[in-house]
Nanobody
Framework: DVQLQASGGGLVQPGGSLKLSCVAS????????MSWVRRAPGKRSEWISA???????YYADSVTGRFTISRDNAKNTLYLQMNMLRPEDTAVYFC????????????????????WGRGTLVTVSS
């Protein structure tokens, strides 16, 4: 049974930082590309980042230069370091396992909610 449990969300002031973690179980974590997706209140889901099996990283324009994705295969854990947070980053953040059939087109993860785990809420507000 695949499980993805994100944690680390909370309330932070604009300009602050948070680090999200996602512990994975039930599958061979190191054999899969992984991704983060977020859903802001009243808005469509947005793909924000991915990391492939080899460690190459990819980011949406909205978070490039501010967010860093990483993984620790020994701990079956995915991370998202978020710096210089803005109010528009307020959302529920979901980690996800990327199905191979996407062929590296990570933006399509917004349509693959069956592969998302339980999210964690990030609120950026003063």
């Amino acid at each position: 049974d695949v499980q993805l449990q994100a944690s680390g969300g909370g309330l932070v002031q604009p300009g602050g930082s948070l680090k999200l973690s996602c512990v994975a179980s039930g599958f061979a974590f190191g054999d899969y590309d992984m991704s983060w997706v977020r859903r802001a209140p009243g808005k469509r889901s947005e793909w924000i980042s991915a990391i492939n099996k080899g460690g190459a990283t990819y980011y949406a324009d909205s978070v490039t230069g501010r967010f860093t994705i990483s993984r620790d295969n020994a701990k079956n854990t995915l991370y998202l370091q978020m710096n210089m947070l803005r109010p528009e980053d307020t959302a529920v953040y979901f980690c996800a396992v990327v199905p191979d059939r996407l062929g590296g087109d990570y933006k399509l993860m917004v349509y693959e909610s069956d592969f998302w785990g339980r999210g964690t809420l990030v609120t950026v507000s003063s």
